[in-house]
Every structure is written in C-alpha cells, then in structure tokens.
C-alpha cells in the first residue's frame, strides 16, 4: 500500500506552534502515523463530512481529511478537545 501525503493547513500550522513542546512533538508523530495507517484504532468520522475524521493526543484533536484519489491527507485543524470543533 502506498503511503499517503501528509499537508498542514495554514491554521493547523498556527495552531500546532502556539502549543508546549512536548505536546507538538506527541501530535507531529501521531500526524506522521497517519500516513501509513490513515484511519488508526480510535478514530472517529466526523457527521457531516464525507471525508473528515478526528484522533485524539491527550487533550488535543486532531481534525484531518484524508483524498484517497490523489492519497493525500490534510490536516485541517488542531486544538485542544473544548475548542476544536468550534
């Protein structure tokens, strides 16, 4: 299987820099597994997308949608669990 893509969006990057160290680099190795296993144990499917889901690392979201077409996955948002849907 080929691996996937992995894309940030301009407010995931924001995002992910205004967060502690040690929480940056747990969420940059779960965003990294995704690109073998794009949907891993513990993902959820988010209602009202097609395509979007969410992984949990600790008290973060992670909200990413996957293009199986082109195999790129993007990742939309990152936040911690109270705000990220918002």
Not at 11 to 24: I, N, T, Y
Not at 39 to 57: H, M, N, Q, S, T
């Given at each position: 299987?080929?691996?996937?893509?992995?894309?940030?969006?301009?407010?995931a990057?924001?995002?992910?820099?205004?967060?502690?160290?040690?929480?940056?680099?747990?969420?940059?190795?779960a965003?990294?597994?995704?690109?073998?296993?794009?949907?891993?144990?513990?993902?959820?499917?988010?209602?009202?997308?097609d395509?979007?889901?969410?992984?949990?690392?600790?008290?973060?979201?992670?909200?990413?949608?996957?293009s199986?077409?082109?195999?790129?996955?993007?990742?939309?948002?990152?936040?911690?669990?109270?705000?990220?849907?918002?």
């Amino acid at each position: 299987m080929a691996k996937y893509k992995i894309e940030f969006s301009r407010s995931a990057e924001k995002q992910l820099k205004k967060l502690p160290r040690g929480d940056q680099q747990r969420i940059v190795e779960a965003v990294l597994a995704l690109a073998d296993e794009t949907v891993p144990r513990g993902a959820r499917k988010l209602a009202g997308y097609d395509d979007v889901f969410r992984i949990r690392v600790g008290r973060y979201r992670i909200l990413y949608s996957v293009s199986s077409g082109t195999l790129v996955i993007i990742v939309l948002k990152i936040g911690h669990r109270q705000d990220v849907y918002r």
